[in-house]
């Protein structure tokens, strides 16, 4: 099982940008589909983005999408998304988690490892 590390949160104005990153332990990083939620105060995890194994499938919530992008390269081992156009309701903490099933990837439950979380902050 991998474990997972983000990076690269922090404070930015809106409109900035910032880039997430996630790396992984292990030798089964490619056998994962991969996502990022997150999670403001006082409001349940939600899902932004997932990209599939291949890194060539992905999907994203409707409130990212056009703004956001997630990537991955299986040789480094690392997710990566990327957030441009950032607004003040983005404010949250984002986590990475990984998945070998093929369920409903905007489920949290579909995701079996997670990272420790990395603080976004949106300024108005």
């Known amino acids: 099982q991998v474990q997972l590390v983000e990076s690269g949160g922090g404070l930015v104005q809106a409109g900035g940008s910032l880039r997430l990153s996630c790396a992984a332990s292990g030798r089964t990083f490619s056998s994962y589909a991969m996502g990022w939620f997150r999670q403001a105060p006082g409001k349940e995890r939600e899902f932004v983005a997932v990209?599939?194994?291949?890194?060539?499938?992905?999907y994203y919530a409707n409130s990212v999408k056009g703004r956001f992008t997630i990537s991955r390269d299986n040789a480094k081992n690392t997710v990566y998304l990327q957030m441009n156009s950032l607004k003040p309701e983005d404010t949250a903490v984002y986590y990475c988690?990984?998945?070998?099933?093929?369920?409903?990837?905007?489920?949290?439950?579909?995701?079996?490892?997670w990272g420790q979380g990395t603080q976004v902050t949106v300024s108005s």
């Open positions: 988690a990984g998945t070998r099933t093929s369920g409903s990837f905007v489920l949290r439950s579909s995701y079996d490892v």
């Open positions: 990209v599939l194994w291949n890194g060539a499938t992905r």
